[in-house]
């Protein structure tokens, strides 16, 4: 059982710990994280700014063009998703599925997604 600040076992919490999805689960978890990192809600990035965003890719394409191709990956930190794109890579070591990664950039909105091309990151260590 749970506990809140006055010692009183937290029933809410605990009922919600129980009856909520896996998925809400990992999402909270994942808001956590990211909160504790010091990186902004993907849900609260606008077109323009500046951010850090913290989480879990999902997933990772490569998409062939014939001029550029390109890599590109969704990060998801329990809110929102962000999409990160390195434009002329194939590859990039360690960016793969469900690998954690901070990324730093400025956010674009691409058919109504948030953007950010050739993003800095760094990889968290795997857990």
Not at 24 to 34: G, H, T, V
Not at 100 to 114: I, P
């Amino acid at each position: 059982m749970t506990t809140d600040e006055g010692g009183r076992v937290s029933f809410r919490r605990l009922l919600h710990r129980l009856t909520a999805s896996e998925a809400e689960i990992e999402a909270q978890e994942l808001l956590r994280e990211s909160a504790e990192s010091g990186g902004v809600p993907a849900r609260q990035c606008a077109r323009g700014q500046v951010v850090c965003v913290n989480g879990r890719l999902r997933t990772v394409v490569y998409t062939p063009r014939t001029n550029l191709p390109t890599l590109e990956a969704d990060l998801y930190d329990g809110s929102d998703v962000v999409t990160l794109v390195w434009l002329g890579r194939r590859h990039i070591a360690g960016i793969e599925p469900g690998r954690h990664l901070t990324a730093r950039g400025r956010v674009a909105v691409r058919d109504d997604r948030k953007v950010i091309y050739n993003p800095y990151y760094e990889l968290e260590p795997p857990k």
